[in-house]
């Protein structure tokens, strides 16, 4: 198979609000969204800022601020405070 396939297919991404490739960085984003904002808070926070391995440590605080905001307003826009 190609890579990425000639005609990949599209899904509804709720944080884009449009149909987007499941091929592209959008659909990736919006998948690691939805991963963290179904996780137990304590489990979440574990993930975002835990000592080892946490995204903190590997990808640096504005990061983490940044997918914070992203998973409050992908929870919004599933209507869920």
Not at 9 to 25: D, K, N
Not at 39 to 44: G, I, N, S
Not at 64 to 75: C, H, P, Q, S, T
């Amino acid at each position: 198979m190609p890579y990425p396939p000639d005609n990949p297919p599209h899904v509804f991404s709720v944080l884009a609000g449009r149909e987007v490739s499941t091929w592209s960085e959008e659909w990736k984003h919006e998948c690691e969204v939805r991963y963290l904002a179904g996780l137990p808070l304590a489990q979440r926070n574990d993930a975002l800022d835990g000592s080892s391995g946490s995204m903190k440590l590997k990808r640096g605080e504005a990061a983490v601020a940044y997918l914070r905001a992203e998973i409050e307003r992908y929870g919004m826009l599933k209507g869920k405070p």
